[in-house]
């Protein structure tokens, strides 16, 4: 490199430098919390995650309750149309999954 290079290089970093400062001069910095707070921020979220999470379980599990008795007083109570409800899910399941595997087969083919 010559002096010429070595001159313009240098005058072309002054100015991208000078650049630099106006913007740096014309935007705020923004505030950055510190790491307490964003730890304390974790904290917090975590807390109300794991309390919607308790929540949700024993929702889960009072639903799953519930649909253990009804289905146990049923089949005491009437236990042909506990089995006739039985067959007829089994029955609509089948059916789905055949329609199902029939409209999968049709698209593979058109592809």
């Known amino acids: 490199m010559s002096r010429s290079d070595d001159a313009q290089e240098h005058e072309v970093v002054e100015r991208l430098q000078q650049h630099m400062k106006v913007l740096d001069d014309a935007f705020e910095p923004t505030s950055i919390p510190s790491l307490g707070a964003l730890e304390a921020q974790v904290r917090e979220r975590r807390q109300i995650r794991r309390?919607?999470?308790?929540?949700?379980?024993?929702?889960?599990?009072?639903?799953?309750?519930?649909?253990?008795?009804?289905?146990?007083?049923?089949?005491v109570s009437a236990p042909a149309l506990y089995l006739g409800i039985q067959a007829l899910g089994t029955a609509v399941a089948v059916i789905l999954a055949v329609i199902w595997a029939g409209r999968r087969r049709k698209e593979v083919r058109h592809e």
Do not use: D
Request: hydrophobic share 70%.
């Open 51 to 75: 309390r919607a999470n308790w929540i949700e379980m024993i929702c889960f599990w009072l639903v799953g309750l519930l649909a253990i008795v009804f289905g146990t007083l049923l089949f």
